[in-house]
């Protein structure tokens, strides 16, 4: 470099940059929260934050629901990502079935929602959703479940909620709220973070 093309300023060091994936774009899609039909008799509102380990509300994040029906099967619906056979755009749900998957993406306050129907217990299992979290900094994506309040008696033959101190048992459990809703944070880190699974 030469004098003449030498900046007036010395330049400072640059901000380092925040480790991806992102997931804004494409993942997303319109109504991804709407696992059972609006109107659908015994829909409920599960909804929450996603925070990191400082406590902080994760804006950008994705929380994927997978679930059984209300008779515990699994067998759900196609439809949750149907395309216009025109244009290829996105056509939106059936408005119809239940589907049991969903995927929702956090707001600037780190928060999610989503519609669906309290599921079915499985064999051996107190009824849970299985939840899955991506988010900016997280290299490989998350699992836990989300357990509802109501099931107490199950929770106590549940394999994976019996295997867990009762703090840590606490953080899959939703709290009920009003209206048909249920509350279910997911804290990433630091204290009362949610149990996540390891599936190998």
Avoid at 89 to 107: H, K, P, S
Wanted: net charge negative.
């Amino acid at each position: 470099m030469t004098a003449a093309n030498t900046p007036a300023t010395p330049l400072g060091p640059t901000p380092s940059h925040t480790v991806g994936p992102f997931y804004g774009y494409a993942l997303p899609f319109p109504d991804g929260g709407d696992l059972a039909p609006p109107g659908r008799p015994g829909t409920v509102t599960v909804h929450g934050h996603v925070y990191d380990g400082a406590g902080e509300p994760v804006p950008d994040a994705l929380v994927e629901l997978w679930q059984a029906d209300p008779s515990g099967g699994l067998t759900g619906a196609p439809g949750s990502l149907r395309r216009d056979p025109v244009d290829g755009g996105y056509l939106g749900r059936n408005g119809v079935d239940f589907t049991g998957f969903g995927r929702i993406a956090t707001d600037a306050d780190g928060q999610w929602a989503a519609r669906t129907l309290v599921p079915g217990a499985r064999p051996g299992h107190a009824p849970y959703i299985s939840v899955c979290v991506f988010a900016r900094g997280l290299l490989h994506h998350l699992f836990t479940r989300l357990y509802f309040p109501e099931h107490a008696e199950a929770h106590a033959a549940d394999p994976l909620l019996t295997s867990l101190e009762p703090a840590r048992r606490e953080t899959l459990v939703a709290s009920a709220g009003p209206h048909g809703s249920y509350r279910f944070d997911i804290r990433l880190q630091g204290e009362k973070e949610t149990v996540f699974l390891d599936f190998h």
